[in-house]
């Protein structure tokens, strides 16, 4: 019997093949698979295509830096491993030019330089700017253009750098892993490595900061990190792209999460259409699981039947899915060419892995629950049609369908926060809007009673079984809903991200500027356009104790208070709390502060990093004075603006006596930089940093993501429309019968098609006032717990998302349901017998 039970599925599976009956479950299947596999294709390329442009910033994929000499064996490791590599060292140099002389920053470098992104310089101040086809040659310098305007250097004057003499070649206008260096007091020059040891600068106790850059496949990146990481001294430091800058690391960050928001409302709508199509299949088959009861199978092998057709069927939509998603990524790459990263990564098979887990975990948490009741068929059905098997558990089929969502949602998002907010808040709308939907059919009814004949005739169709049609409002309200969570946070999620970067943005930073120019500066600003963010004084210390304890002894190794307290901090003292800071502890102080009471404002997150509480004592030194101040609030900072933020602020008064200089920011058009050379003329002492680059590439990074998830959208609309498909063949054959039934007693078939409309109009309306109902409470619960933004009800959507799900699933009702018009009724009920 046991060796019987493979060959007869598969004749059954091929019969029922040829006659179309698996065509829904089938391509229910397909869809499942095709959507998660071309998203996570396309997600993963565009991912990691966008951390390769973030790269850039970084001027190399890793970077080990270093206040000594780097040990040998870092750079034979990195060899043997096949990584690039460059080799760096940077230090401070007098440059001296015939009549003056100016404090710099230097970085020499080796070939190769960067790994990543690109230098840019230019033949003259304000010049047009060109890529640089590699590094200055040997004897050869190429200079920040303020360098070149303090010290009234051209292309190709000369400069004192140690005891060599050194030709400027050209003015240095990018580099691409200076990025996030904002407090840079001095100007830039560069210069090849093999000219470092005669200038003699370097000397024993000189202060130099030594880095290696490497990039490399992320497989022999990742090993490297591994065997690194244990040998790090406490001077060492690793960087990677996703912790060496704030603002490129949160837009990837909130990238990845709104791609894998969007992936869900795709995935859970083809588990539906799985759940919807596995039923009718289920419900078509107890006649044949009854025949071959009476014919001797037992239970087993009956369900053994159906579970070896139920795993041919997975295998061959997984197949067809998986070669369709790859084809669809591959043609979403194309469409998209112009905008997105130029070397975007090949396919790796971690998406084809994620489709086939799909398909998996869709077929057994959606189509098993239904089918198991075809191993519950009692033979007697074969004499009674009206004999249907008990209903499975309640408590198996729904776990293992919410079971299979929340492992489907958490392979996309990665995120259990997430996951659990759609799974929990969709779960308890379900439960809540199904009580709902079985009062609201209740009352719609009873209003429509005295109604027209065709309204009568489809409200009847719902009354008749109330709890399948308010099964049947909760799938199209899923639909809905999935649409209406997806086109709100498209439209406003971004929208966010992108009012994080408005255009006035600050484009430029203006450091050393003098206490004593301030006010001119100001006002020069004004003259300019410029819009200016405050002035902050800026005065550079140490934190060196916390409560007379040493800080060095609670810090723990890598954490960022360690880094923290490793180097000197800008610090600033303020009557008045920076606009986009948020106090989340204590108290801000008042403007009549007095001065001897030294308070100080801690960022939260280095104040968590330290174990701060509020009243510690911390014990700074600046410019060699020892000055203390007790902990008066803790602040949430928003770094991704552009603006001067401050780790410590200080109550007024508490740093007048020390050395200061001015920073701000400000925004100034780019068809307006030429005002910057009056500006750096006015102010010679200042220090302007353009960081426009960065703004751009965020914008670009924000850019390419709003264009995938429109895209995702689509595959959200191609289940959707799936889902809505399966519906409504589940409940096709009941609906031809009783239509046949109907034009036996006389009924015209534009009533019949009338009643359709108007029950698949009520339908969607309904559905659509739960859809909103639970997009909102997801979307409530996304933006407090998930993704911390704030939430307002969306009422425009009150009317419109009802009145859309009634012309969408009315119009789609009745076309679905034409058959039941068109066919003969004699046939129809010969059928049915």
Not at 297 to 316: P, Y
Not at 324 to 353: A, E, F, H, I, S
């Amino acid at each position: 019997m046991r060796n019987s039970t493979l060959p007869l599925a598969a004749r059954l599976l091929t019969r029922e093949w040829r006659a179309g009956e698996l065509r829904v479950l089938v391509m229910a299947l397909v869809i499942a698979v095709l959507v998660s596999t071309a998203i996570s294709f396309f997600t993963d390329r565009l991912q990691r295509g966008m951390v390769s442009r973030a790269a850039e910033f970084l001027g190399a994929d890793m970077i080990i830096s270093s206040r000594s000499v780097l040990p040998e064996q870092y750079l034979q490791e990195a060899k043997a491993r096949g990584l690039e590599h460059v080799e760096v060292v940077e230090f401070s140099s007098v440059m001296a030019s015939d009549d003056d002389m100016q404090l710099s920053s230097v970085k020499a470098v080796t070939d190769g330089y960067p790994l990543r992104g690109e230098v840019r310089i230019a033949e003259q101040l304000f010049g047009e700017e060109q890529i640089a086809t590699g590094v200055p040659p040997p004897g050869q310098l190429w200079i920040e253009p303020r360098l070149a305007a303090y010290l009234e250097l051209d292309s190709g004057s000369s400069l004192d750098v140690g005891v060599s003499r050194l030709e400027v070649s050209a003015l240095l206008t990018h580099e691409p892993d200076r990025a996030g260096d904002f407090y840079s007091l001095t100007p830039r020059v560069l210069m090849n490595m093999a000219d470092l040891e005669a200038t003699n600068v370097v000397q024993p106790g000189s202060r130099v900061r030594y880095r290696l850059l490497l990039s490399g496949d992320e497989a022999a990146l990742q090993g490297y990190s591994q065997w690194l990481s244990p040998k790090l001294e406490s001077h060492q430091r690793l960087t990677t792209v996703a912790d060496d800058n704030r603002q490129i690391g949160g837009a990837l960050e909130r990238a990845g999460q709104f791609l894998g928001l969007a992936s869900i409302a795709a995935v859970v709508l083809a588990g539906v259409a799985v759940a919807l199509s596995a039923s009718r299949f289920a419900s078509r088959h107890f006649d044949t699981s009854a025949l071959l009861r009476c014919l001797g199978a037992s239970r087993r092998k009956v369900m053994g039947i159906f579970v070896i057709q139920l795993a041919c069927l997975g295998l061959i939509a997984t197949v067809m899915g998986l070669v369709l998603g790859w084809v669809m990524q591959w043609g979403l790459v194309y469409l998209l060419r112009d905008l997105l990263p130029p070397n975007l990564p090949g396919v790796g098979l971690k998406p084809l892995l994620v489709g086939a887990a799909t398909g998996l975990i869709a077929l057994a948490g959606f189509a098993l629950p239904p089918l198991l009741r075809l191993g519950q068929v009692a033979p007697l059905r074969v004499l009674r049609r009206d004999l249907a098997p008990l209903p499975s558990s309640a408590w198996l089929i729904y776990g293992l369908a919410l079971a299979s969502l929340t492992l489907l949602m958490w392979q996309f998002t990665g995120d259990l926060r997430i996951t659990l907010a759609v799974v929990f808040g969709g779960a308890l709308a379900a439960l809540a809007l199904g009580l709902v939907a079985l009062i609201l059919l209740r009352a719609a009814g009873g209003r429509l009673r005295n109604a027209s004949l065709a309204w009568r005739l489809g409200s009847g169709q719902l009354l008749k079984q109330p709890t399948a049609a308010a099964g049947q409002i909760l799938a199209f309200g899923l639909i809905l809903m999935s649409m209406v969570v997806v086109l709100i946070m498209r439209t406003e999620l971004l929208d966010t991200w992108q009012a994080q970067l408005p255009e006035d943005t600050p484009n430029h930073f203006a450091l050393n500027i003098l206490p004593s120019e301030a006010d001119a500066f100001s006002a020069a600003l004004n003259r300019i356009g410029a819009v200016s963010a405050p002035l902050y004084p800026v005065t550079p210390g140490r934190l060196n104790e916390i409560n007379h304890q040493p800080v060095r002894e609670i810090v723990t190794k890598d954490s960022q208070g360690e880094r923290a307290v490793s180097r000197d901090l800008s610090l600033t003292s303020s009557a008045e709390m920076a606009a986009d800071n948020a106090l989340i502890g204590g108290q801000w102080w008042a403007e009549d502060v007095a001065v001897d009471a030294a308070l100080v404002s801690v960022e939260s997150e280095l104040a968590a990093s330290l174990g701060l509480k509020l009243d510690d004592l911390l014990t700074f030194v600046i410019g060699g004075q020892i000055v203390e101040a007790r902990v008066s609030s803790f602040r949430e900072v928003n770094w991704d603006n552009f603006t001067p933020n401050f780790y410590m602020v200080f109550s007024p008064g508490t740093l007048d006596n020390m050395p200061t200089t001015i920073l701000t920011s400000f925004s100034l058009p780019v068809e307006q930089r030429d005002a910057l050379r009056e500006l750096t003329r006015e102010f010679p002492a200042m220090t302007l940093l353009e960081v426009e680059a960065i703004l751009a590439q965020i914008r670009e990074i924000l850019a390419q993501v709003t264009l995938a998830v429109e895209y995702v959208l689509l595959f959200v609309l191609l289940a959707g429309f799936t889902v809505l498909f399966a519906a409504l063949q589940s409940t096709l054959d009941n609906r031809l019968y009783e239509g046949a039934l109907l034009r036996t007693l006389g009924a015209r078939r534009q009533l019949l098609r009338q009643a359709n409309l108007m029950e698949f109009a009520l339908l969607g309306a309904l559905a659509g006032v739960m859809a909103i109902v639970a997009a909102e409470l997801i979307t409530l619960l996304l933006y407090r717990y998930a993704l911390n933004l704030d939430w307002r009800p969306h009422y425009l959507l009150w009317l419109a998302i009802p009145l859309g799900g009634a012309l969408l699933i009315g119009a789609a009702g009745a076309l679905g349901t034409r058959a039941v018009v068109r066919e003969s009724p004699m046939r129809l009920i010969n059928r049915g017998n």
